[in-house]
């Protein structure tokens, strides 16, 4: 039950700001704000509630002894879902409805950027994860195409009205809307000029018009990249000045508007926010596929050409293999983007095709720090107009020292080595691994049949606007069951390292016999997520938890629980999911390889880092080398870690040791990735996270490593 005297002492520390782990749970949320508070307090007083009464009592306690962890239990008893992926082709033609009215068709690129920002802002409020837009590429590439129209109909309308010439302006507009051979920098200029004879226009004039309305709609695409990311760096969709959760997926469009979608995004990126912050949303993902955006000969030819050659390149062999090369220049600048690798066994889908100008619908794509949803047992295989609806992890050092402790190998914090049957110890943890496993995913059903409790009325924008797939077809009263089914319920998992340190004495970063033990663990996980799966016909999975505060918390209440252990609990966090532990010196490529194993095993999400040092922009060379590797390894998402700082004083951005090297001022933002997004300024973060990231090693140092 609940303890009140602890609760009041919450409250109490949230009304005094005290910098601590409870108000700096959530580093995209202050807790400090009055609309902060209030989140906290809400915060801390449903999730009691729900321990009192919407969980099994077991289930409770195994929360409460931080075995398992419920994420954003927060939110249990308003039944939302974790995440979506939007159809933003599907909303935008159709126009979507908000609380206060009907928004129709966008018109332009500045309005399709404006409006999906709207979109995540709103959707947020329904939902309790991160959203994502999957083909943002393909979906503003519409809104190019319909700015390029409108800026040709403008300069011809302009140029007759100039030289006094009487015309019809619905006859012009209909040749310019129906033309089939108009677009960004690909309109056909002798046919156009045929088509405006009647007007009698040079020909010469028709190429400057036609050029002119290239430049400006270029110039307009920048300034709506631009503004969408100003939006999603200050559009508040909760208390607590917390901005949306927002992923963009891009990178496959192949047509010039998607181009130059990206192109100007990327640009945006780049020159950060009004005082060359580098912006925290959205998290931005590019999607690698081969014959598309990477080719094993553009590559090379990369390889063995400098670095700032690589811009007067355009016969690469791939169409997108400059936007790839521009990826890298702007992660080694901002961090983003993330790269997701399209060509895995695992993320084909069969459908895809080349020449499909909706082929997007079959690529997968990430939300978030890492959420994956792509497989569906009910349904098509796709990420869109779908979301995960919960996940819980488990706590696996907490698992491994109690075993230890039955087993009587555990005693006054030391592990008795010497006594330990391995393989007997291996079978037991196995067992308890599915026995827990099964524990969460009866946990995660009970969940879901309180989700699917709710009525449509209860998501109006989600359901109305069909966001979430099938929602257009409910009534306000209707269940959301036929809905809810298409999504996800995952297993996650915390500190494996941790465990096996306590299970063998390595982890699997130091051994290959702790490598197939953590293997096998997930495995395990996976075994039973499917039996469940075939059990329920629902889409049960497994994750690679983004710990966040999870990982400080876990820590915390197994050290109290079992004592300091050298490697196991003597830290503040639990090592992310299968990652090797950040303090342990190894190669980039013997990270990759390690941690890739694991990616085909955790299709509810996962991610690997690297870690750089220097500044990553002086050596694009050797990012492209570690991203080639993770996309040859197996890995499903990656990214890059290196230092972003900038001097609150004058501005300057780059890699700051202590003082400011232009005007001596010691005031740093210190832009750092907490789990999948970035944090500036390490004080907002929890003790837990601030601990891991100050003992991050370089996996990469000088960009020297040999694998």
């Not at 100003?230 to 901005?243: A, E, F, I, K, P």
């Not at 959301?480 to 995952?490: A, D, N, R």
């Not at 950040?582 to 870690?611: F, P, Q, R, W």
Request: aromatic fraction near 10%; proline fraction near 2%; charge should be neutral.
């Amino acid at each position: 039950m609940t303890n009140t005297k602890n609760l009041s002492n919450e409250i109490s520390s949230i009304i005094s700001v005290e910098n601590n782990d409870l108000k700096n749970e959530n580093a995209n949320m202050s807790g400090d704000t009055p609309s902060g508070k209030m989140m906290k307090f809400a915060s801390i007083t449903s999730k009691e509630y729900a321990l009192d009464n919407l969980l099994e009592k077991k289930i409770a306690d195994l929360h409460r002894k931080s075995l398992i962890h419920i994420h954003d239990l927060d939110y249990y008893a308003t039944k939302s879902a974790t995440c979506v992926q939007y159809n933003l082709d599907e909303i935008f033609k159709n126009g979507f409805y908000t609380r206060n009215g009907y928004i129709r068709e966008p018109k332009s690129i500045a309005v399709y950027a404006e409006l999906a920002a709207i979109v995540f802002q709103t959707a947020q409020n329904e939902m309790h994860g991160g959203q994502a837009i999957p083909a943002f590429d393909f979906f503003m590439a519409k809104g190019v195409a319909k700015s390029f129209i409108k800026r040709l109909f403008e300069n011809i309308i302009s140029y007759l009205e100039i030289l006094d010439v009487n015309f019809e302006s619905e006859v012009l507009r209909n040749i310019i809307e129906s033309a089939d051979y108009i677009g960004l920098n690909n309109t056909n200029v002798d046919k156009l000029y045929e088509e405006l004879k009647s007007f009698e226009i040079p020909k010469k004039v028709v190429q400057k018009l036609v050029n002119n309305a290239n430049k400006k709609v270029i110039s307009d695409t920048d300034q709506a990249m631009e503004g969408f990311i100003y939006n999603l760096n200050t559009q508040h969709s909760r208390g607590g000045n917390q901005v949306v959760f927002s992923s963009i997926n891009l990178g496959t469009d192949t047509s010039n508007e998607g181009r130059q979608v990206i192109k100007s995004l990327f640009k945006a990126l780049r020159n950060g926010l009004g005082n060359g912050e580098t912006s925290i949303f959205p998290i931005v993902i590019f999607k690698v596929k081969e014959g598309i955006n990477f080719s094993d000969l553009d590559k090379k030819r990369a390889d063995n050409l400098n670095q700032n050659d690589w811009d007067s390149i355009n016969d690469w062999n791939t169409r997108n293999f400059d936007l790839f090369l521009d990826a890298l220049k702007t992660t080694s600048t901002r961090l983003f983007p993330n790269f997701m690798f399209l060509d895995q066994p695992y993320n084909k889908h069969e459908k895809w095709d080349i020449n499909d100008e909706n082929r997007w619908m079959f690529e997968p794509a990430t939300m978030g720090c890492r959420t994956r949803v792509f497989e569906n047992i009910n349904g098509e295989k796709t990420s869109v107009g779908r979301g995960n609806l919960s996940f819980t992890s488990i706590n696996l050092p907490y698992l491994a020292l109690e075993l230890l402790e039955e087993k009587g190998l555990l005693i006054n914090s030391y592990i008795d080595r010497e006594r330990t049957n391995r393989d007997e110890i291996k079978f037991l943890f196995l067992n308890k691994v599915n026995k827990i496993s099964n524990d969460i995913c009866q946990q995660l059903y009970n969940r879901y049949k309180f989700q699917i409790s709710a009525i449509a009325k209860e998501f109006p924008f989600l359901m109305k606007n069909n966001v979430l797939t099938g929602g257009e077809l409910l009534k306000v009263n209707d269940s959301v069951e036929e809905v809810f089914l298409k999504g996800t319920l995952t297993i996650g998992f915390v500190g494996l390292a941790e465990s096996l340190k306590a299970l063998i004495g390595l982890h699997h970063g130091e051994s290959d016999e702790a490598q197939d033990l953590g293997l096998e663990v997930v495995k395990e996980m996976n075994k039973v997520a499917q039996e469940w799966k075939e059990k329920t016909h629902l889409n049960y999975g497994v994750i690679a938890t983004p710990a966040e505060s999870v990982a400080g918390r876990m820590a915390k209440i197994t050290k109290s629980r079992f004592g300091t252990i050298n490697e196991v609990t003597s830290r503040d966090y639990f090592t992310n999911s299968n990652h090797v532990p950040v303090y342990y010196n190894l190669t980039a490529y013997k990270k990759i390889i390690i941690e890739a194993a694991y990616h085909e095993l955790t299709l509810g999400g996962n991610i690997s880092y690297i870690e750089l040092d220097g500044e990553a922009k002086k050596n694009l060379h050797a990012i492209l080398s570690v991203v080639d590797f993770m996309k040859k390894s197996g890995i499903n998402y990656g990214s890059l870690n290196h230092p972003v700082d900038r001097c609150k004083k004058c501005h300057y951005t780059s890699l700051i040791q202590l003082n400011c090297p232009k005007c001596g001022a010691n005031d740093i933002s210190r832009t750092r990735r907490i789990t999948g997004y970035l944090v500036g300024d390490l004080d907002g973060w929890n003790s837990g996270k601030q601990a891991e990231e100050s003992e991050r090693v370089k996996h990469l140092k000088q960009y020297n490593e040999n694998s």
